[in-house]
Structure formats: C-alpha cells, structure tokens
C-alpha cells in the first residue's frame, strides 16, 4: 500500500515558469513532510521539509503548500530553469517511524 | 568524510551470486539506513541501524537480505543467491539525529545492482 500518493509522474515546463507537484496521504500521524531532489546516478537530497503546524514554507524559489484537512501537500517551484530538471520526490514520516516516499514527478525544464 | 560513501557504484552479477554493498556513513552519524530504489520508483526502507544496533529490518524482502554495522560506523548489505528482482539501485542514508523519522537524511549515491 502507497503510504505517499504523487502526481504527476513527469512534468514539462517552460523556463520562468511554475511547476506544481502534488502530494497526498493518508496516515494523520504523520509529522514531517520533506521534498526531495534527484538527478541521474546521485542519491535523493533534501530540498525543503514543512511540520503540519504550518500550512506554507518557502525557501528562495521552492515553495511547500500543507493542506492538513485535506491531507495534501505541495511543491511549487517559481520561475523553474533547466537546471531544476530532475526528478523530485514528496516524502512523509513520524519520529518513530521510517520516511515512506512518493513514486516521484519527473520534471524537464525546457528552454 | 563530506558525505555518505557507497561502494561499489556498479555491480553486475550472475543469477545466484552472493553479493556486498559497502556504506560509509558521515562520521559521527548515529543513524544509518538501507533503501531500495526500483528503477522509475521512490526509495523503500530496508533496515535501520542505531549504532551497531539492528533496530528494524521489516523491510528486507526475504531472508537472502543480511546487513550488519558491526562497529557503528560502516555498514555492509549482504545479498545471497541474487535473483533478478534484486536488481535495482540500494541507497544508504546516515544522520546525527536518533529517530529515524527522516530528519537530516544524507543519502549516498547508491550502487546499482543488475542481476543477469
């Protein structure tokens, strides 16, 4: 059972433009909600995490969304570039338990 | 070392072939973890180590899975009679951090695994 529902599983956008990645769940335990970012032959690296006492984070151009009635999270990425081009993976934990991830949004910035 | 380093980065082998994946945690870390990428996939947990301390190995697919930490620090997962559903890219993550809930994950690289 997919603990992390993601969509879109790939995702083309124009440069300077926004790309949107959603995230669902359904374990309300759950308490931390990272975004990781993957390219070729490396492994996953942390982008931004948000607790769900909060309903938005942002860090320079990335963006986290939380809907807690929902049981939705976001990944917004602002004025995208083709370096952002990679695959990015929503994620979901509680202290006690191991971070269970999403199948991954492929993203292409095209020039 | 700067990072999580997994060896090797490659590793092809044969049907029925024992095989060893090699982690080296950032040093210091108190936590390690072993994960499984299928190919177009998210990671999935294998085991967690405490230290030494073998704290979950739910995850492990079959009882062909083996990993160790005998030391706290390098950690080694064992494959036996490799089949091909094993192939796929193993990824060990470590962090200073004693839960295991994904907080300051580092993750290696990983090595691909292809069995033939």
């Known amino acids: 059972q997919q603990q992390v529902k993601q969509s879109p599983q790939s995702l083309i956008v124009q440069k300077g433009g926004i790309s949107i990645i959603n995230c669902a769940y359904e374990n309300t335990a759950f308490d931390y909600f990272p975004w990781y970012q993957q390219f070729p032959g490396k492994g996953p690296a942390l982008l931004i995490a948000?607790?769900?006492?909060?309903s938005e984070k942002k860090e320079g151009r990335f963006t986290i969304s939380f809907n807690k009635s929902a049981k939705q999270f976001s990944l917004h990425i602002m004025d995208s570039q083709p370096g952002d081009s990679a695959t990015y993976f929503c994620a979901a934990s509680t202290g006690a338990n191991n971070l269970f991830f999403g199948t991954g949004t492929r993203l292409t910035v095209i020039p | 070392g700067a990072g999580v380093s997994q060896s090797p980065r490659y590793k092809v082998a044969k049907r029925g072939q024992d095989v060893a994946l090699r982690c080296d945690p950032i040093s210091g870390h108190v936590s390690l973890f072993w994960y499984q990428q299928a190919l177009g996939q998210g990671p999935e947990f294998l085991t967690y180590?405490?230290?030494?301390?073998?704290?979950?190995k739910s995850g492990l697919p079959s009882d062909r899975f083996f990993a160790e930490r005998p030391e706290g620090s390098v950690s080694t997962l064992k494959i036996q009679r490799t089949q091909q559903e094993d192939s796929a890219v193993y990824l060990c993550a470590s962090t200073s951090v004693g839960l295991r809930g994904g907080y300051g994950y580092t993750f290696g690289s990983g090595t691909r695994l292809t069995v033939v």
């Open positions: 180590f405490q230290n030494e301390a073998q704290l979950d």
């Open positions: 948000i607790r769900p006492d909060v």
